[in-house]
């Protein structure tokens, strides 16, 4: 831990056995130089930090994400969006709530299948914060796999066969299997013919240097080259093999938990919510690299 980190007055506590640490103390909308470098370090460490006991308003915790990196803009999918907070206009809401006849975010109260956030874009976002302003008395949890551990617990033969392949990452379908803004225009559902950008099937961390497998979301994706049946069997398997329990860490949301994860080393989910009342989290996502 180096001298900058020692001052800091935050807390940091490894949460189970992969992926995941708990921070308090201190005050985010304060936060020193050395609370910064407090949580660089802990997220390179821990790949999920859940920020719990602070109470930030949305300037206050898009003014915490700006010291975190520069903000992701607007990619194309989402050109013609909704301004959800219009004192933080890129900011997102994922809510299942419901206002005069109108969602007041996206995503609704179903289960979220695995996915890495921005895959389908060519410069994918590097952290993503989520602020619960709402949750449920239960359900809506959100698990995290850590894709290192996946990449590392492969057989050598599999490491040897994914290190040649890439993936694309399709692009025109929202998780709801709708089309984004923009998309309508695409009827394929073959997934050699959706658009989307290609990436390394095994990537590179920028800051760790370590290799980590790199997915997206299952439905839509390819391999290039391979034929169809041949790309689903190894996809089937490279995702049951990353969202194994064992490399999983599940945050159950308390109302003002922040959690902030690592798009470049992490998977995440989450488990559907009918019935279980309202749901409301507030998002904001920092610039990542092009995957190599
Ligand atoms: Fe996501």
Redesign the pocket.
């Known amino acids: 831990m180096t001298a900058i980190v020692q001052a800091s007055r935050l807390r940091v506590r490894p949460l189970g056995n992969a992926l995941g640490a708990e921070v308090t103390g201190g005050d985010l909308k304060t936060a020193s130089e050395a609370d910064i470098e407090a949580l660089r370090e802990a997220i390179l460490d821990r790949y999920v930090l859940r920020l719990r006991g602070y109470r930030l308003d949305d300037i206050e915790f898009t003014r915490f994400v700006e010291r975190l990196g520069p903000l992701h803009t607007s990619p194309d999918y989402v050109k013609d969006r909704k301004v959800y907070v219009k004192e933080s206009p890129l900011m997102s809401v994922v809510s299942n709530i419901v206002e005069n006849g109108e969602p007041i975010g996206h995503h609704g109260d179903g289960e979220?299948g695995w996915?890495t956030?921005l895959s389908f874009t060519d410069i994918p976002s590097e952290f993503?914060l989520l602020c619960a302003r709402e949750v449920p008395p239960k359900g809506g949890n959100t698990w995290f796999c850590d894709m290192y551990d996946a990449y590392e617990s492969l057989s050598l033969e599999m490491k040897q066969r994914v290190a040649r392949l890439t993936l694309k990452h399709q692009a025109s379908h929202n998780p709801q299997y709708g089309r984004w803004p923009g998309w309508s225009h695409i009827e394929t559902d073959d997934v050699r013919e959706m658009p989307g950008p290609i990436h390394p099937l095994v990537r590179t961390h920028p800051v760790s240097g370590r290799k980590t497998l790199y997915l997206g979301r299952r439905f839509g994706a390819y391999i290039p080259g391979l034929k169809l049946e041949k790309s689903e069997a190894l996809l089937d398997e490279l995702w049951s093999h990353a969202g194994r329990p064992e490399h999983c860490f599940i945050q159950e949301w308390q109302q003002g938990d922040i959690v902030m994860w690592d798009n470049r080393c992490t998977m995440?989910r989450r488990d559907a919510f009918p019935g279980q009342g309202r749901r409301r989290m507030h998002g904001l996502m920092t610039r990542g690299t092009r995957p190599e």
């Open positions: 979220l996915h956030d993503t995440h």
